[in-house]
């Protein structure tokens, strides 16, 4: 966000951050973070909302309405000027240590022995510190004696994830993907800081491009977004899979993953692994030994409602 923008701040709790930050749509046009103002405490969290104009009642009261707790608590609103919030949001982040993997926003020294990834504070999230990134590089880091020939990223974000599995499996193909053309110049931006090479990188709704399509079966789909999109998108993710796959899936809520599990095992994807981080969970699956093939075309505007054959 360039130019200048207005604040609102309201309290919240973590329950309520969460489920702001699980929501798929939000119908609000705005960069809206939360953060913990006391540490470990769940009731003292803030949300902050950046407008490119003053928000109107109607806009205030919608905010609201994703903090019940706040009752009668005054909104507070100002005016800011120019800044890059998700840039602000990312900087000071402690480096994270993860298996293999050293990653961090700054210029700190990589320890002997591990794979350093310099994710610059920037304009994609994923610098590796939320509990599904760092749980999706440790699932990662614990399948390195598996054997990978083609794998995809999908909704990569900053890279990280398929910059992780180029260096566990440097002979592999491997796919980065997202929706936001942004993600992909990011990505891009970041392969050229860390010294990563071959990823191929495509800007794409789910798996729906025809280059994707064009590329599969893949032996290991990485999938970190929400858990709305990871349920709607299980026909089109389990049909890139390749026979006995590894899908690798966060973005959800402990509280979410029963359905998230539901709608995969439906498409012959069974669960084998759940990382538990704080209320988040990473999952893997194994992909049934013969390739998923759905009964009906891919529809971009409509994935829900599908009538599968197994």
């Not at 093939?293 to 891919?298: G, H, Q, Y």
Request: aromatic residues 6%.
């Amino acid at each position: 966000m360039s130019a200048d923008s207005w604040k609102l701040t309201l309290p919240c709790t973590r329950d309520e951050a969460e489920a702001i930050d699980a929501a798929d749509d939000l119908a609000i046009e705005a960069v809206i973070m939360t953060t913990e103002e006391i540490e470990d405490d769940r009731e003292h969290w803030r949300l902050d909302a950046y407008f490119e104009t003053e928000p109107d009642a109607a806009t205030i009261a919608a905010i609201r309405a994703l903090v019940p707790s706040a009752g009668d608590h005054p909104a507070t609103v100002e005016h800011v000027p120019a800044q890059d919030w998700v840039t602000i949001s990312q900087a000071g982040l402690e480096p994270l240590s993860v298996g293999r993997f050293f990653v961090h926003t700054g210029d700190e020294a990589v320890p002997e022995g591990l794979r350093g990834f310099h994710i610059p504070a920037g304009r994609a999230f994923g610098t590796g510190h939320h509990e599904t990134t760092s749980g999706c590089l440790a699932m990662l880091d614990a399948m390195a004696s598996e054997t990978v020939v083609n794998a995809i990223d999908v909704g990569t974000g900053t890279g990280l994830l398929a910059f992780a599995a180029r260096h566990l499996w440097p002979e592999a193909k491997i796919v980065a993907t997202d929706i936001d053309p942004i993600a992909i110049d990011v990505t891009a931006e970041n392969a050229a800081i860390n010294g990563v090479d071959g990823v191929e990188l495509i800007v794409a709704d789910g798996a729906l491009a025809d280059p994707i399509m064009a590329g599969a079966p893949y032996d290991l789909v990485i999938a970190n977004i929400l858990a709305g999109p990871l349920i709607s998108m299980a026909p089109e993710l389990a049909a890139i899979a390749g026979p006995g796959a590894t899908l690798v899936l966060a973005g959800l809520l402990e509280t979410q993953r029963a359905d998230v599990v539901a709608a995969y095992d439906a498409c012959g994807c069974a669960l084998e692994t759940v990382d538990r981080r704080g209320d988040w969970s990473v999952l893997r699956l194994r992909a049934a030994k013969e390739r998923f093939v759905p009964n009906a075309p891919f529809d971009p505007k409509g994935r829900d409602g599908w009538a599968l054959d197994i």
